[in-house]
């Protein structure tokens, strides 16, 4: 078991925030400060007990985002920062600068405001990367991704831990957690993102697996060009990292402790409708404008 670092937080957090919503998002979400609002109380619930340091980038959003941020987390350390618009590559690359440069904990976190949390997710993401220490990264979501690609069949590593099974997996998308010195050693992969690496494509470049096996390439076909062309990115911006670099582990629990909210990564094993679905309609509700009464 690894011992605590001695720093002043258990989790630094990069958040960044856009304020419109992705194509076809679960539970029936029309209007993205309403989805921002249960990401975020989510994502405080999953917190529990640890102590957090927060960064949150709103991109081109307008003032209600930070009165909600601060409605929610009012006594958190947190800085907002302000863009205009800069879009999701660039935001990126700030979330690997503030994260890789911070030293507020040895932990980080970097997070999107798609994302919806089962309470204390985050505490038990801290816990296993304390206990496991060749463990470099995690994500809390079981993809859905995880059960029908080809790419994603492999033989796992795994841990039993709290009532659940943690597997390494290939890849997961741009919301994880991450030692900060593998996230250091690694940023020049992560940034491939920012030049035309696809998020598929530079896990597989930091994980090595799959980015060797040729069969993957013709099979991932079946599954659609992005597979493929993710192991050719991968090659073509990471093939340095991936014949030299350390290889890095990437965990993920079932059952799954988080989902991203679109409809075709949802993760399974959890009704969301059930669990979320009331707090969901309530919120959409409440933003919807008042009608004058009829006469």
């Not at 206990?131 to 995880?146: F, I, K, M, Q, V």
């Not at 841990?159 to 050693?185: C, D, K, N, P, Y």
């Amino acid at each position: 078991m690894e011992s605590k670092a001695s720093h002043d937080f258990d989790l630094a957090v990069a958040y960044r925030i856009y304020p419109r919503v992705s194509a076809s998002p679960i539970l029936g979400f029309t209007d993205k400060l309403a989805l921002t609002q249960l990401n975020l109380e989510t994502f405080r619930e999953a917190v529990g007990d640890l102590k957090i340091r927060m960064w949150v980038l709103l991109d081109n959003c307008p003032p209600a985002y930070e009165e909600l941020l601060k409605s929610i987390f009012p006594n958190t350390a947190m800085e907002i920062i302000k863009l205009n618009g800069e879009g999701n590559w660039a935001t990126f690359a700030r979330q690997i600068d503030i994260l890789s440069q911070q030293t507020a904990s040895d932990l980080v976190y970097f997070a999107e405001d798609d994302y919806l949390y089962l309470p204390h997710s985050l505490e038990l993401g801290v816990a296993f990367l304390r206990n496991h220490s060749e463990a470099d990264s995690l994500t809390l979501a079981d993809h859905g991704d995880y059960h029908r690609r080809y790419v994603d069949r492999i033989r796992s590593l795994e841990h039993r831990e709290a009532g659940r099974r943690w597997r390494t997996v290939v890849a997961t998308a741009l919301t994880f957690m991450i030692r900060q010195q593998a996230l250091i050693e690694s940023a020049d992969v992560f940034k491939t993102y920012f030049r035309g690496n696809s998020d598929l494509g530079l896990w597989m470049a930091l994980t090595k697996l799959r980015v060797f096996n040729p069969w993957c390439c013709i099979r991932g076909f079946g599954d659609g060009k992005f597979i493929p062309g993710s192991q050719a990115l991968a090659w073509w911006h990471a093939w340095r990292y991936i014949l030299f670099g350390k290889r890095r582990t990437l965990w993920a629990p079932i059952p799954t402790l988080a989902t991203h909210m679109e409809k075709r990564s949802v993760a399974p094993g959890v009704d969301w409708e059930q669990v979320l679905g009331a707090r969901a309609r309530t919120l959409q509700e409440a933003r919807q404008p008042t009608r004058p009464p009829t006469a």
